[in-house]
Structures are given as structure tokens and as C-alpha cells.
């Protein structure tokens, strides 16, 4: 579907937060080590993550300049870009209702912009709203 | 990343995004953003194992999704822990 710039979307939220299901969505690169890395001289291609991963076990493959991306930070701790242990932790004290089953990452400086917009990005959509999130919380690098 | 998060609102699921990129993010018009003040990139939700800072600026990005909006803003957010 053709996305207008100027027609923003928008979803109203009527539902409290202690309620909704959250999925992550990021472009900055987070991968689980055992995942093939992206290619960092471009890449459309996205992994799914699931809700109960290891967050010790995840790294970044990302291809934006060191200085404008500093991966080494997110390496010593992936919740700093893909909050799985945060939104696990915000869970027990019933900030939110539940962590989605199901979240997805990308690598942003992703050049295939004509591939992504027709491929990656309906593709995502639907995984989501094939998913049980009510919400979902996006993060770059 | 706009991209993404604009066809997922237009799924019908709210969303809001954390972004550093203000002036990128902002062209593009997000339905809903937060902009951590100061943060370096890498440093999305706070440094490494500051859980208090990662926590504080999910719960504002969150937050947003309570709050109803004027959709294309992006809301800049101080964290004083950071």
C-alpha cells in the first residue's frame, strides 16, 4: 500500500499498559549469536526473536561508521537497543501486561531502501499483527 | 525504521519509537516518538547494565502510548541518570 507522508497513521490506544502485550521492533542490528549476522553492506533481511531468548546470548552485526553507531556498547549489554530483560522485568512488576512471543530485528543502514519498503516492511507488519502484541516499542541504534 | 512503524500503525497497532536521530526520525514523521536528550548512538535506552536509565526511558516510551497525541511529534526527554 502507498504510504503518504503527510497522512500520518495512527492507531488510538484505549487499553491501559498493565494490560497490553509489547513486541519489540529494532533496526540496530541485535542478532542471537547462533542467527546469521546481517551483511553489513546492505541487508533487507530480519530475524525473528523470540519472547524466552537468552538475552547473554545475542550480539550486533550493524553497518553504519563506528562513529555514528558504536556497536561495542550494545554487545555488553543488548538491552541497551533490544529491552528483552527490561520489558521482562517491567512484566513482574506490572508495568505491562506480557512480553510478545515474538520480536523482530533489523539492521538499520540497510541500503535496500526499494526492497524493504516492498518486502521487509509488509512482511514485518504481518508478523506482527499475526502476533499477540497490542504494542509494539521501536528502537534504532 | 519509521517505515516499519508507520505500516504497523496502519495494521492497527499502536506503536512508539525511541529515536537520537531527531532530525532523520522527524522528516519522516513517526505516529508517536520519544528523544532521549544526549544520549550517544548505541546508547538507545541508556549505557550497559543501567537498568535504571534502560527502565525510566521504556516506561516514558510506553507511557506515550496512554497519551493521546498529535501523531508526526517527537516529545524530547531528559534522564537525568543517564
Known amino acids: ?37 546481517f551483511n553489513t553492506a546492505g541487508d533487507h533481511t530480519y530475524r525473528l526473536i523470540s519472547g524466552d531468548a537468552d538475552t547473554s546470548q545475542f550480539t550486533v552485526t550493524h553497518g553504519a561508521p563506528k562513529e555514528h553507531y558504536n556497536t561495542d556498547e550494545p554487545k555488553k549489554d543488548i538491552n541497551v537497543i533490544f529491552p528483552l530483560d527490561r520489558l521482562r522485568e517491567l512484566k513482574e512488576e506490572g508495568f505491562i501486561g506480557d512480553v510478545n512471543n515474538k520480536h523482530i530485528s533489523m539492521m538499520g543502514y540497510a541500503m535496500r531502501l526499494k526492497q524493504i519498503l516492498d518486502e521487509t516492511v509488509p512482511q514485518v507488519a504481518k508478523e506482527i499483527t499475526k502476533s499477540k502484541a497490542d504494542a509494539v516499542l521501536l528502537t534504532a541504534g | 525504521m519509521v517505515a516499519v512503524q508507520r505500516a504497523i500503525e496502519m495494521q492497527g497497532i499502536p506503536t512508539v519509537l525511541v529515536t537520537l536521530d531527531k532530525e532523520q526520525s522527524g522528516l519522516m514523521r513517526p505516529p508517536r516518538a520519544i528523544h532521549p536528550v544526549g544520549f550517544q548512538f548505541g546508547h538507545s535506552l541508556g549505557k550497559p547494565h543501567d537498568v535504571e536509565t534502560q527502565k525510566a526511558v521504556i516506561k516514558e516510551a510506553l507511557q506515550q502510548l496512554t497519551i493521546k497525541q498529535e501523531p508526526g511529534q517527537i516529545h524530547d526527554k531528559e534522564f537525568p541518570s543517564y
Not at chain 1, 500500500?1 to 533496526?27: C, F, G, H, Q, W
Open chain 1, 1 to 37: 500500500m502507498e504510504m503518504s507522508r503527510k497522512a500520518i497513521p495512527y492507531t488510538p490506544n484505549d487499553k491501559a499498559l498493565s494490560e497490553m502485550t509489547i513486541a519489540i521492533v529494532s533496526t540496530a542490528g541485535a542478532h542471537l549469536k547462533d542467527q546469521d549476522p
